[in-house]
């Protein structure tokens, strides 16, 4: 079924005309637009370098677009103040490649770190953080299953527990969205499928939409109800997982034979997964 | 026969491979390296040596080295303790002090974190501090406020922050900067992005540099002793002015042993915080 953005259901992201060109002149994003409802996982694919990092930062602003308006609901992000912007960070949770946990600080610490939006300085800096909070965060580790390494260093962790304290951290914001790049990137290809899984559990209880940098297209056929093909900044594609036929893959990333590519909506691979460089280098 | 996929390939290409010289003109490499040898030939040649004094000396560092076999750590005591006190006291204080006030000075002067006008301020901080050597510096602060360790303190605290704020600036901007994105995504302010994203991630350096610098001054403070900022070389400027070298021997001693006790402690300190 084709996901559309009825009357009924709420728009809760809305990108139109964004533009990003780099000071050395190249151009990363041009008109893209979109809008993302309530409770939609969006997968964005395309090649690497075709901006879909670039994209997801120019939403909370952590790349400043050229050109172009971002709306969380009814918030004007583009046009928020450096305090503004503050709040309406706390409102998209973000989930990195490579996880960008502070490595030194404990498992605690960083889930905690979710809320420094919403505490003052020297509450964060002493460790008092309001009992909501901390009884939110034990919550969160209970949920991801990481209760019993809240004291753990987070660099003593393996990826994909390092994954589930980012999304734990992500969560903690009390997010109305998720940003979430390249989230497997750096994992095995059942620790990938797990972590997919959990995103879209975590989504479906608590009705966050979330858009989803992917660059594995069966994993984003597998885990995505809608997806964005983006090529050299601009929107190629924009509809159905099962959609993704080879023509619409020649669109999006090149001239290949993609019939290995793995087919739609079966909720199984085709043939034996080819593991990309980031999945050799992790293996090495 | 068969070929098997591990045979090696017939040999078509050069068989010849060198690795590409760093200056690739042969004349003007050859041209450097023998114009710095003759550069360090005749450096050498004008060096005029004063064979007799040398050979008067000579008796002279014999006495001070035979003063290290006998050390005297008993008719100077007293003036050994208070310079020893002396320069503990200073290099303990210059050393918190500098700490305090290149923390401050090290972030503005990393450009990852400091606006331009801020950075560059920091910077020029920092070269002021850096280009004065010690010695220097003290002479300074002894004509400003006199003899005695408060112009050590002030030195070593001046040169504790351009050593400090320097290496603190270039560890905060070699950080990982995926962590302080993270941070800053949460929507958390300028401070708690420096204490949640940075600061966890150059403390181990932090604590490192601080004890290797406590180290430094202490050794400092035994040389700009030399030129009246009080402490241990104070007293040691007095022994070899009156060729007391057994009494001089046993302060070297001293500080050798106090340096490789603080070399120590501050490794195992660093293990610790790693």
Same mark, same amino acid.
């Given at each position: 079924?084709?996901?559309?953005?009825? !009357?009924?259901?709420?728009?809760?992201?809305?990108?139109?005309?964004?533009?990003?060109?780099?000071?050395?002149?190249?151009?990363?994003?041009?008109?893209?637009?979109?809008?993302?409802?309530?409770?939609?996982?969006?997968?964005?694919?395309?090649?690497?370098?075709?901006?879909?990092?670039?994209?997801?930062?120019?939403?909370?602003?952590?790349?400043?677009?050229?050109?172009?308006?971002?709306?969380?609901?009814?918030?004007?992000?583009?046009?928020?103040?450096?305090?503004?912007?503050?709040?309406?960070?706390?409102?998209?949770?973000?989930?990195?490649?490579?996880? !960008?946990?502070?490595?030194?600080?404990?498992?605690?610490?960083?889930?905690?770190?979710?809320?420094?939006?919403?505490?003052?300085?020297?509450?964060?800096?002493?460790?008092?953080?309001?009992?909501?909070?901390?009884?939110?965060?034990?919550?969160?580790?209970?949920?991801?299953?990481?209760?019993?390494?809240?004291?753990?260093?987070?660099?003593?962790?393996?990826?994909?527990?390092?994954?589930?304290? #980012?999304?734990?951290?992500?969560?903690?914001?009390?997010?109305?969205?998720?940003?979430?790049?390249?989230?497997?990137?750096?994992?095995?290809?059942?620790?990938?499928?797990?972590?997919?899984?959990?995103?879209?559990?975590?989504?479906?209880?608590?009705?966050?939409?979330?858009?989803?940098?992917?660059?594995?297209?069966?994993?984003?056929?597998?885990?995505?109800?809608?997806?964005?093909?983006?090529?050299?900044?601009?929107?190629?594609?924009? #509809?159905?997982?099962?959609?993704?036929?080879?023509?619409?893959?020649?669109?999006?990333?090149?001239?290949?034979?993609?019939?290995?590519? #793995?087919?739609? #909506?079966?909720?199984?691979?085709?043939?034996?997964?080819?593991?990309?460089?980031?999945?050799?280098?992790?293996?090495? | 026969?068969?070929?098997?996929?591990?045979?090696?390939?017939? +040999?078509?290409?050069?068989?010849?491979?060198?690795?590409?010289?760093?200056?690739?003109?042969?004349?003007?490499?050859?041209?450097?390296?023998?114009?710095?040898?003759?550069?360090?030939?005749?450096?050498?040649?004008?060096?005029?040596? $004063?064979? @007799?004094?040398?050979? %008067?000396?000579?008796?002279?560092?014999?006495?001070?080295?035979?003063?290290?076999?006998?050390?005297?750590?008993?008719?100077?005591?007293?003036?050994?303790?208070? @310079?020893?006190?002396? &320069?503990?006291?200073?290099?303990?204080?210059?050393?918190?002090?500098?700490?305090?006030?290149?923390?401050?000075?090290?972030?503005?002067?990393?450009? $990852?974190?400091?606006?331009?006008?801020?950075?560059?301020?920091?910077?020029?901080?920092?070269? +002021?501090?850096?280009?004065?050597? %010690?010695?220097?510096?003290?002479?300074?602060?002894?004509?400003? +406020?006199?003899?005695?360790?408060?112009?050590?303190?002030?030195?070593?605290?001046?040169?504790?922050?351009?050593?400090?704020?320097?290496?603190?600036?270039?560890?905060? %901007?070699?950080?990982?900067?995926?962590?302080?994105?993270?941070?800053?995504?949460?929507?958390? &302010?300028?401070?708690?992005?420096? $204490?949640?994203?940075?600061?966890?991630?150059?403390?181990?350096?932090?604590?490192?540099?601080?004890?290797?610098?406590?180290?430094?001054?202490?050794?400092?403070?035994?040389?700009?002793?030399?030129?009246?900022?009080?402490?241990?070389?104070?007293?040691? $400027?007095?022994?070899?002015?009156?060729?007391?070298?057994?009494?001089?021997?046993?302060?070297?001693?001293?500080?050798?042993?106090?340096?490789?006790?603080?070399?120590?402690?501050?490794?195992?300190?660093?293990?610790? +915080?790693?």
């Amino acid at each position: 079924m084709r996901p559309t953005v009825s !009357a009924t259901t709420a728009v809760k992201l809305r990108v139109e005309g964004l533009a990003k060109r780099y000071a050395t002149g190249d151009r990363a994003l041009t008109d893209v637009s979109l809008a993302l409802p309530a409770g939609q996982v969006l997968g964005l694919i395309g090649p690497s370098g075709a901006g879909k990092s670039t994209l997801i930062r120019c939403i909370n602003r952590l790349v400043e677009p050229t050109a172009g308006r971002v709306l969380l609901g009814e918030t004007a992000v583009t046009d928020l103040g450096r305090s503004g912007l503050r709040r309406a960070r706390r409102r998209m949770g973000m989930i990195f490649q490579e996880y !960008a946990l502070v490595e030194r600080l404990t498992v605690m610490e960083n889930v905690l770190s979710g809320r420094l939006g919403y505490v003052p300085f020297w509450r964060s800096w002493l460790r008092r953080f309001p009992p909501a909070d901390i009884a939110r965060a034990f919550r969160l580790l209970d949920r991801v299953g990481l209760r019993e390494q809240a004291d753990k260093r987070a660099d003593a962790l393996s990826g994909g527990q390092r994954q589930r304290v #980012g999304i734990a951290r992500a969560l903690a914001q009390e997010p109305e969205i998720l940003l979430v790049d390249e989230p497997t990137a750096s994992l095995d290809p059942k620790t990938s499928r797990q972590i997919m899984r959990l995103l879209r559990e975590v989504c479906a209880e608590r009705g966050l939409a979330a858009i989803v940098n992917i660059h594995d297209v069966a994993l984003a056929r597998q885990f995505m109800m809608r997806i964005v093909g983006l090529r050299d900044g601009r929107i190629v594609y924009d #509809g159905a997982p099962e959609g993704l036929s080879p023509e619409v893959l020649t669109a999006i990333y090149g001239e290949e034979d993609w019939s290995a590519a #793995g087919e739609a #909506g079966a909720g199984r691979d085709a043939g034996p997964d080819v593991p990309d460089d980031d999945q050799l280098a992790a293996a090495l | 026969m068969t070929p098997s996929p591990g045979a090696p390939a017939v +040999v078509d290409g050069p068989t010849r491979w060198r690795r590409p010289p760093l200056i690739a003109d042969a004349r003007l490499r050859w041209a450097l390296l023998l114009g710095a040898l003759a550069y360090l030939v005749i450096g050498i040649g004008s060096l005029t040596v $004063n064979w @007799g004094r040398a050979a %008067e000396g000579w008796e002279r560092g014999l006495r001070f080295l035979a003063g290290f076999v006998q050390p005297d750590f008993v008719s100077r005591w007293g003036d050994i303790q208070q @310079g020893l006190t002396e &320069s503990l006291t200073m290099t303990l204080t210059a050393t918190v002090v500098g700490v305090l006030i290149s923390v401050p000075i090290g972030i503005g002067a990393a450009r $990852n974190l400091a606006p331009l006008p801020v950075y560059l301020v920091c910077r020029a901080i920092v070269a +002021v501090s850096r280009s004065l050597q %010690e010695i220097i510096v003290a002479i300074l602060f002894v004509a400003m +406020v006199g003899f005695g360790p408060l112009a050590g303190f002030l030195t070593l605290a001046f040169a504790t922050i351009g050593f400090l704020a320097k290496l603190l600036a270039e560890d905060i %901007e070699d950080i990982d900067k995926a962590q302080v994105e993270a941070i800053r995504a949460a929507g958390a &302010s300028w401070l708690q992005t420096l $204490n949640y994203g940075v600061q966890p991630q150059v403390m181990p350096r932090l604590i490192g540099l601080a004890l290797y610098r406590l180290d430094i001054n202490f050794r400092e403070s035994a040389v700009i002793g030399i030129v009246g900022a009080g402490g241990v070389g104070s007293t040691l $400027n007095t022994a070899l002015d009156r060729y007391e070298y057994d009494a001089a021997a046993a302060i070297l001693l001293l500080i050798i042993a106090i340096v490789m006790v603080a070399e120590y402690a501050s490794s195992w300190i660093r293990r610790q +915080v790693q």
